[in-house]
Nanobody, 124 residues
Framework: QVQLVESGGGLVQAGGSLRLSCAAS????????MGWFRQAPGKEREFVAA????????NYADSVKGRFTISRGNAKNTVYLQMNSLKPEDTAVYYCATNRYGLADPTENEYDYWGQGTQVTVSS
C-alpha cells in the first residue's frame, strides 16, 4: 500500500504562483512514475503533468505547458508541481497519483494510488 499526501494548495490571484508537493510513504519499493491530475467543479478529472522515476521524462497537458513544471525530490518519494502564471481556469482540486506501469502517461486508469487532493483557487 502506498500513501500519498498533497500539500501547498491555497488561494492566489491570477498571474501568481503556487508550488504543490506530494509525499509518498508506505510500500514504496520499486520505481514508479507519478502524475498530477485536477478536477474543477462540475467537470471530469483531467491530466495535468507526469514524471518518470528518474525524472528524465515528463509530460504535460497542453493547457499548462510553459507555465507548470513537474519535478521530483532527491529522495524520489516526493514530487512537486510548480505552477506559474496561474489563471482562474486553473482552479480545481489537484491530486497526485502513482502510475503502475512507470510511465509518464496522461491515461488516468494507469494510475493506482491517489492522494486526497489539495484545493487551488485562482481569483481574477
Amino acid at each position: 500500500q502506498v500513501q500519498l499526501v498533497e500539500s501547498g494548495g491555497g488561494l492566489v490571484q491570477a498571474g501568481g504562483s503556487l508550488r504543490l508537493s506530494c509525499a509518498a510513504s508506505g510500500r514504496t519499493f520499486g520505481s514508479y512514475a507519478m502524475g498530477w491530475f485536477r478536477q474543477a467543479p462540475g467537470k471530469e478529472r483531467e491530466f495535468v503533468a507526469a514524471i518518470t522515476w528518474s525524472g528524465g521524462s515528463t509530460n504535460y497537458a497542453d493547457s499548462v505547458k510553459g507555465r507548470f513544471t513537474i519535478s521530483r525530490g532527491n529522495a524520489k518519494n516526493t514530487v512537486y508541481l510548480q505552477m506559474n502564471s496561474l489563471k482562474p481556469e486553473d482552479t480545481a482540486v489537484y491530486y497526485c497519483a502513482t502510475n503502475r506501469y512507470g510511465l509518464a502517461d496522461p491515461t488516468e486508469n494507469e494510475y493506482d494510488y491517489w492522494g486526497q487532493g489539495t484545493q487551488v483557487t485562482v481569483s481574477s
